[in-house]
């Protein structure tokens, strides 16, 4: 109870004035969301030069980076999840959604670039990886975290 | 009040998230439909259903358990014994003129993992026992008291690589490895060989080598040796590239060693056999998977020099497979559609025309094929052998099960049959590479003792 109380005079202390306390209180996820990004986007592109080529080779590195993209997610998620809980921070719930949406629809697509050959990619895959890249685009259009330092006055 | 208020948010939030991954769960689960009646499939104008793409592919393998003191089941005129146990992996038969027993212990090469589902099909195969150390030997058993049980059992060639097929030709022992076909000089009566052999030829082999087993048959002139070869992925996962001289039967010329495709697009052919009547050569085939229960029809069928059977491009005459571009319309044209289908994903791996008369009439001029089993339906097809009857040199009626009692009630594999063989007093062999034995199947009239008439 002491603590919470602290956390928020501290809170209260730098709302509207941007202040050295804001940046000790980054969240600690925001570091790691950029890597499924990366990964989902690469994905798309090697799809797109597997469509272009069907060469192998571009399905081999899409199902890969797919895969690098997802494990990298479990990451942003444990980070968050110690924003969320260790921290007390405050979702954002829009922009978090979405990005959980860019995950899910990557597990599919896991799935789907699993199928043997020209299917594997053409046109279930590209079109599932082009939407994640869409609702990525999205979801990190307002910054790379998905929570944000509570704010006594903010909406809940 | 505050940590009260998160930890319910969260809580709803974490629902949330369980909700949408059971939602994920169910969807793919939905996918696996179950297989329809295999007898729908049998014969010369199988039912063939719309192809349909998996999320999660169906993988169903039977897990191995112990023979016991459990053999196969026989139907009525027919007798079942082990002939030898204690193999490691026996894959292929071939029988000696002198009625030795060479019994080939062979399993592929360690796979490139190229994808993540590599990894997950080798846990699968481990799984279903297909990873047993390679033995890389053939073992040979000799009756020497006309009993029928082998009291000789010698290691007649060793530190092979994944051989398969083997083929006699007056002194010229032939062994398919699966990168090259080796002669040895054989003596009638020799239970070792030691000499290291001669390279006919080299044969596609790694690095990938997806179909490794490279089966033999000599022609009757002895001047050509057929070799079948596997395709190197289900559906050209790994580019056409990797296809080169694949899926296709290679004629190979004994003298030179030099070959040309005898017949393409078989997916992965095995058991070449002269049938008897006509003088044609016949083979069983795997067809592709992962794109229903019951698609596509493994098959038996006639080879006819230069013909095309589809694969990877089309099965079944002209049915497309949308997974392979480019495509090649002007083959499919001319693809050929095999004559007797077996029903899908039962992997027939033997095939023996039965030419002897130790077994009942209604087996002679007829082919019995090894099926070793599902991997990927619901449920289970094949783990038994199968005995297809011929008329005037083709199939002539549905085939019958023979040899049975592979998957015991809870559909746990205590055996897988591959490779068959005929041996000299007339019986079938059967290689099963789970239950590591050498099954006789011979007719019931007889007893043991009276096994020695030739």
Request: proline share 7%; charged share 20%.
């Amino acid at each position: 109870m002491q603590q919470i109380t602290m956390t928020e005079t501290t809170l209260r202390s730098d709302a509207g004035s941007r202040s050295p306390v804001k940046a000790d209180r980054r969240a600690f996820h925001e570091m790691l969301t950029p890597f499924p990004v990366a990964y989902f986007t690469g994905a798309f592109v090697t799809d797109l030069a597997y469509w272009q080529s069907a060469n192998v080779m571009w399905e081999r590195f899409s199902v890969w980076l797919i895969v690098a993209g997802l494990i990298a997610a479990i990451f942003v998620a444990l980070a968050g999840l110690i924003d969320l809980v260790g921290s007390k921070q405050k979702p954002a719930w829009l922009h978090a959604s979405a990005y959980v949406f860019a995950v899910l629809l990557s597990v599919i697509n896991v799935f789907v670039h699993s199928r043997d050959a020209y299917t594997a990619v053409v046109p279930t895959g590209l079109t599932l990886s082009g939407l994640v890249f869409v609702v990525l685009l999205a979801a990190t259009s307002a910054g790379w975290a998905f929570t944000s330092p509570h704010r006594v006055g903010a909406d809940k | 009040m505050m940590p009260i208020f998160k930890s319910a948010r969260l809580a709803k939030s974490t629902r949330l998230a369980t909700i949408l991954v059971a939602l994920a769960g169910l969807g793919l689960a939905g996918c696996d439909d179950n297989g329809g009646d295999p007898r729908k499939e049998i014969g010369a104008n199988p039912m063939l259903p719309a192809l349909q793409q998996y999320l999660l592919p169906p993988i169903h393998i039977a897990k191995p358990v112990a023979w016991g003191d459990d053999t196969p089941k026989v139907p009525q005129g027919l007798q079942v014994r082990a002939l030898a146990t204690g193999f490691q992996h026996p894959r292929s038969l071939y029988v000696l003129p002198n009625g030795d027993v060479l019994v080939i212990e062979s399993n592929g090469p360690k796979p490139p993992i190229f994808r993540p589902k590599d990894i997950i099909t080798g846990w699968v195969q481990w799984f279903a026992g297909a990873k047993a150390k390679d033995a890389n030997r053939i073992t040979l058993l000799r009756d020497t008291n006309g009993d029928g049980i082998p009291e000789v059992r010698t290691v007649f060639l060793d530190h092979l690589n994944s051989p398969f097929g083997v083929a006699l030709v007056g002194n010229d022992l032939y062994v398919a490895n699966t990168d090259a076909i080796v002669r040895y000089p054989y003596q009638d009566g020799e239970t070792t060989i030691t000499d290291p052999g001669t390279k006919l030829t080299d044969l596609p082999g790694g690095p990938i080598d997806h179909h490794w087993t490279k089966p033999l048959l000599a022609s009757p002139d002895a001047s050509k040796l057929y070799v079948g070869i596997g395709s190197n992925s289900n559906i050209t996962e790994n580019g056409i590239g990797a296809e080169y001289e694949r899926a296709a039967i290679w004629e190979v010329d004994r003298a030179t060693g030099a070959h040309r495709i005898y017949a393409s697009g078989l997916r992965n052919p095995t058991g070449l056999q002269w049938e008897p009547v006509t003088g044609k050569l016949w083979a069983v085939a795997s067809e592709r998977d992962e794109i229903g229960p019951d698609l596509v029809p493994d098959y038996l069928t006639s080879v006819r020099d230069g013909g095309f059977y589809g694969w990877p491009y089309s099965y079944y005459g002209e049915h497309l497979d949308p997974r392979v571009q480019p495509q090649r319309p002007d083959l499919v044209a001319k693809a050929i559609v095999p004559d007797y289908a077996l029903s899908s994903h039962v992997a027939p791996l033997g095939l023996a025309m039965y030419t002897g008369i130790e077994l009942p009439e209604s087996y002679r001029g007829g082919a019995f094929v090894g099926e070793h089993g599902s991997w990927d339906r619901t449920p289970l097809n094949g783990y038994k052998v199968i005995f297809v009857p011929f008329s005037g040199g083709k199939p002539s009626g549905p085939a019958q099960d023979v040899v049975t009692g592979f998957l015991d009630a809870n559909d746990h594999a205590r055996g897988r049959p591959v490779g068959l063989a005929i041996d000299r007093s007339g019986a079938l062999l059967i290689a099963d590479d789970v239950g590591d034995t050498v099954w006789q199947v011979f007719a019931a009239h007889q007893t043991t003792s009276e096994k020695t008439a030739d």
